[in-house]
Each structure stands twice: as C-alpha cells, then as structure tokens.
C-alpha cells in the first residue's frame, strides 16, 4: 500500500523493465516536491540527499554506493531516523521490511522530525555567517568555539 517514485536520475535516462501498478518510474523528478510528498525516503546517502531529506523530517532506507555515502549513511541510522542495507544485501524483501519499519515505527519519524526541528531551528548557518561576516570586516581572525547543533548526537 505505498506509492513509489523512482527517479533514474537523468533526464535522458529511459527505463525497458515492468513497472508495478503503484510505481512511477521517470528519467528525472524534481527531488524536493517529490520529498515534500514522501513518508519515507529510499536514497543512496548521497550529503545533498539526505540533507535535503532530513531537512524535510523523513526517514529513510540508505543504500550507500560510494565515497561519502557509507559515512553519511552511518550517521543517518546512528541519528536514529533510518536504516541501512548494504548493496550487496540488497533484496526485495530487505526493502520491503525495512520500508515497512520506517513507516509504522513511530520511533524513526520521532527522530527525523527532531533533526530536522534542531537543524532549523539551531544556529548553524546564522552564526557561520556572522563569523564569516565579522573576519571579512575586521581582517582579524575570530576565536569563537566552535559549536554544532548535533552536539548531543555524538
């Protein structure tokens, strides 16, 4: 009972294998309507996407590929707002159970609405920008410690 968007990523990307009934499958989809929408987010923990995701509070499956993504995909269940399913342990069956879990165990969407509610709402990027702000004016360098709105996380 859930809708699927699978977006190939490209514009000139095509897809040749069957669709189910509840799937949508395109070359590419505007990421965040498409979030704005989902309950749950099926990414490859790529920064950009599950930044944009966590921003949004929506959990999500990582199934990291390359470079960061492990790390980022770490991070996401450590955070407590999703899973992780290596690709090479990747079945229809690990997904539809991890899916399932994301979506009926209040707990995932506790947290993601939690980071996402702490993301905007902490300091992040007024204060980078103010020290940015205050070293471009003065020429002089700003000793304020550094402070990180996932302190707690760690």
């Keep these: 009972d859930v809708q699927l968007v699978l977006s190939l990523g490209r514009?000139?990307?095509?897809?040749?294998?069957?669709?189910p009934a509840n799937a949508i499958v395109v070359p590419f989809?505007?990421?965040?309507?498409?979030l704005d929408r989902a309950k749950v987010v099926i990414t490859h923990a790529g920064l950009n996407t599950a930044l944009d995701t966590l921003a949004r509070?929506?959990?999500?499956l990582c199934i990291p590929?390359?470079?960061?993504?492990?790390?980022?995909?770490?991070?996401?269940?450590?955070?407590?707002i999703g899973e992780v399913c290596p690709p090479r342990q990747v079945t229809a069956q690990r997904i539809q159970?991890?899916?399932k879990r994301l979506l009926t165990d209040e707990h995932y969407q506790n947290a993601a609405t939690y980071w996402a509610n702490t993301l905007q709402n902490g300091p992040g990027v007024r204060e980078a920008g103010e020290i940015v702000t205050a070293a471009l004016t003065?020429?002089?360098r700003i000793?304020?410690?550094?402070?990180?709105i996932m302190k707690d996380a760690a």
């Design 11 to 19: 514009r000139e990307a095509t897809w040749d294998g069957p669709v």
């Design 29 to 34: 989809a505007p990421q965040l309507a498409v």
């Design 57 to 60: 509070g929506k959990p999500m």
């Design 65 to 80: 590929v390359t470079n960061d993504q492990p790390g980022v995909a770490s991070r996401i269940r450590h955070l407590g």
């Design 97 to 99: 159970s991890a899916v």
């Design 138 to 140: 003065t020429g002089q």
């Design 143 to 148: 000793d304020r410690p550094f402070r990180t």
